[in-house]
C-alpha cells in the first residue's frame, strides 16, 4: 500500500459540515459527488497533500446511514492508494483480511476500491483505492 489517500468522515448534513470544515481548513471543497450504488453523497477537501472525503446518505439503507445510527457521526474510513487494487486485494485476503466486495467496485473521485472489514482490521474500515483509468 502506498500513501493514506483520505480519511472518509461520516456527517448528518453535508451542507452544514461542508460549512464547518471549510472553517476548520480555510478553504471550501473542491468537488461534491453522489455515488448511487453506495447512497451517498461526498464532498471533498484538500488540506496541504491531504484529503478529506465527507459523506452523507442519501437513504436510510445507506451504510452512511447505519454508522451514524450506531456510531454517531465520526470517522468513517481511511483509505489507502494502491497501484495495482486486484493484487493487493488477493495479498490481503491471503493474509486473512476479509474483504467486504470480491472485486474492485467504481467509487467517488474516479476510483477504484475496494474495502477491508473492520472486524479483520482492529474496528476500522479500510478502503483501498487505485486510480481509475479513464
Ligand atoms: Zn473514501
Same mark, same amino acid.
Given at each position: 500500500m502506498d500513501k493514506i489517500e483520505h480519511l472518509g468522515v461520516a456527517v448528518k448534513s453535508l451542507k452544514a459540515s461542508n460549512l464547518l470544515f471549510e472553517k476548520l481548513l480555510g478553504t471550501s471543497h473542491y468537488k461534491i459527488e453522489e455515488v448511487v450504488s453506495e447512497g451517498v453523497r461526498t464532498s471533498f477537501f484538500k488540506s496541504g497533500p491531504n484529503k478529506i472525503e465527507l459523506l452523507e446518505a442519501?437513504?436510510? @439503507?445507506?451504510p452512511i446511514a447505519k454508522f451514524i445510527e450506531k456510531n +454517531? @457521526? +465520526?470517522?468513517h474510513h481511511i483509505a489507502f492508494s494502491v497501484t495495482d487494487i486486484v493484487a493487493e486485494m488477493a495479498r490481503l485476503k491471503k493474509e486473512g483480511f476479509t474483504l467486504l466486495n470480491d472485486t474492485p467496485k467504481k467509487g467517488a473521485d474516479n476510483k477504484l476500491v475496494a474495502f477491508i472489514h473492520p472486524k479483520s482490521a482492529n474496528g476500522i474500515l479500510i478502503e483501498l483505492c487505485q486510480e481509475a483509468l479513464e
Open positions: 442519501t437513504s436510510d @439503507e445507506s +454517531g @457521526e +465520526g470517522i
